[in-house]
């Protein structure tokens, strides 16, 4: 799986929702954007509150097999069906809520199921994300959009940033006028491969010697 570019039927849609409330701002604009997406690519949501997670236990480096609970099963298969993972979560204090990390926690127990396979399967497909804040200074979601990009950058996925919107109470994003007008094009936009810090110090200075 390589370049994903353009938006044909090829491509399929994970929406990971990551709220702890249901139709919160972040769904509203997650929708809004996947409203965009041609009708024949495949799309396929899971709310993470209905689907839950036990706290991850690292057994990356102990011996044995360990029970697949139901929820990280259909979890996985979802997260290696899809070309195209989309992380829809609120700002919490800064970052992602503990929902969508634990999530992402369980990536690490994968990376280490033998014959899974899931850095490899992984490499080439986009990371998407969708974030919800109450906060109008954007600047303070860094932290996620960091976090976001390492960890494609780990997995080689490509990374196509993150959509974000002003809200506090549930609807609250719709009045985000800016939010709701770039929800229209988010997924027509480049997700290029994601670099980690130091790599794309060495392009930019490969490209500066050219
Ligand atoms: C636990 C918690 C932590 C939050 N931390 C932040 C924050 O750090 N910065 C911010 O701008 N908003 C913060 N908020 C506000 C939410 O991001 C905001 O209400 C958002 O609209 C929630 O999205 P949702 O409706 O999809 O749940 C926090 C809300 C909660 C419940």
């Given at each position: 799986?390589?370049?994903?570019?353009?938006?044909?039927?090829?491509?399929?849609?994970?929406?990971?929702?990551?709220?702890?409330?249901?139709?919160?701002?972040?769904?509203?604009?997650?929708?809004?954007?996947?409203?965009?997406?041609?009708a024949?690519?495949?799309?396929?949501?899971?709310?993470?509150?209905?689907?839950?997670l036990?706290?991850?236990?690292?057994?990356?480096?102990?011996?044995?097999?360990?029970?697949?609970?139901?929820?990280?099963?259909?979890?996985?298969?979802?997260?290696?069906?899809?070309?195209?993972?989309?992380?829809?979560?609120?700002?919490?204090?800064?970052?992602?809520?503990?929902?969508?990390?634990?999530?992402?926690?369980?990536?690490?127990?994968?990376?280490?199921?033998?014959g899974?396979?899931?850095?490899?399967?992984?490499?080439?497909?986009?990371?998407?994300?969708?974030?919800?804040?109450?906060?109008?200074?954007?600047?303070?979601?860094?932290?996620?959009?960091?976090?976001?990009?390492?960890?494609?950058?780990?997995?080689?996925?490509?990374?196509?940033?993150?959509?974000?919107?002003?809200?506090?109470?549930?609807?609250?994003?719709?009045?985000?006028?800016?939010?709701?007008?770039?929800?229209?094009?988010?997924?027509?936009?480049?997700?290029?491969?994601a670099?980690?810090?130091?790599?794309?110090?060495?392009?930019?200075?490969?490209?500066?010697?050219?």
């Amino acid at each position: 799986m390589t370049n994903h570019s353009p938006l044909t039927a090829d491509r399929s849609f994970l929406f990971v929702l990551g709220s702890s409330r249901a139709d919160g701002n972040t769904e509203i604009l997650a929708r809004a954007a996947a409203e965009a997406l041609p009708a024949d690519v495949p799309q396929r949501w899971i709310d993470l509150n209905g689907l839950p997670l036990p706290d991850f236990q690292d057994g990356r480096h102990e011996d044995g097999d360990r029970p697949l609970p139901e929820s990280e099963r259909t979890l996985r298969e979802a997260t290696l069906e899809a070309t195209d993972i989309v992380i829809a979560s609120p700002l919490y204090w800064y970052t992602l809520s503990a929902h969508t990390k634990r999530y992402l926690d369980y990536w690490s127990g994968w990376l280490g199921v033998p014959g899974l396979d899931f850095k490899k399967r992984m490499a080439g497909r986009t990371l998407w994300a969708v974030t919800a804040m109450a906060e109008e200074d954007e600047a303070v979601a860094d932290g996620l959009v960091t976090t976001l990009n390492n960890t494609a950058a780990y997995l080689r996925m490509r990374f196509g940033g993150v959509l974000l919107g002003n809200g506090s109470r549930p609807g609250q994003v719709r009045g985000d006028a800016r939010a709701m007008a770039r929800a229209e094009t988010y997924f027509a936009g480049e997700a290029r491969p994601a670099l980690f810090p130091a790599e794309a110090r060495a392009e930019r200075a490969v490209g500066s010697l050219v």
